[in-house]
């Protein structure tokens, strides 16, 4: 049964964590694709340990009924305080009728100031994830 799904490898999608000019940080989906993403589904978590006691945050669940080729979404607001969190999304979209997803993680203290790069297509500086 596994050799009747088909595997394709997800490119040029992205997320990124953007520093805003009001020092708040929020999550953006980049669709760096020539397709259009149709219902976009995105779970995002937090999960990690501060002074040896586990900690997680909620799963939330997002979707985006499109995006265009070219284009950016936002999917959340995140605050600094799980940034020493692993902070993992989810993201599901299809093109066409085929569907792709693919994980990405941010590990624990990845997301500061030393690691932003400059995003073009949100004109802003941000961590960017492949």
């Known amino acids: 049964m596994k ?3 088909d595997f394709t490898p997800v490119k040029d999608v992205t997320l990124t964590i953007v520093k805003n000019e009001d020092r708040s940080w929020q999550v953006f989906l980049l669709n760096r694709s020539d397709s259009k993403f149709d219902t976009v589904l995105i779970t995002s978590k937090g999960y990690g340990q ?3 006691e586990d900690q997680k945050t909620s799963l939330l669940r997002h979707a985006i009924p499109y995006l265009e080729s070219g ?3 936002l999917v959340e ?3 600094p305080s ?3 969190l692993t902070n993992e999304y989810w993201v599901s979209y299809f093109i066409n009728d085929q569907i792709f997803d693919k994980k990405f993680v941010f590990v624990p203290e990845t997301i500061t100031k030393k690691n932003l790069t400059f995003i073009t ?3 802003a500086k941000g961590v960017l994830h492949d």
Do not use: C, G, T, Y
Request: aromatic letters at 6%; charged letters at 30%; glycine letters at 0%.
């Open 121 to 123: 297509e949100l004109n």
């Open 82 to 84: 799980v940034f020493h």
């Open 71 to 73: 284009m950016h979404a």
């Open 77 to 79: 607001p995140i605050d």
């Open 50 to 52: 501060k002074n040896k």
């Open 3 to 5: 050799k009747a799904i």
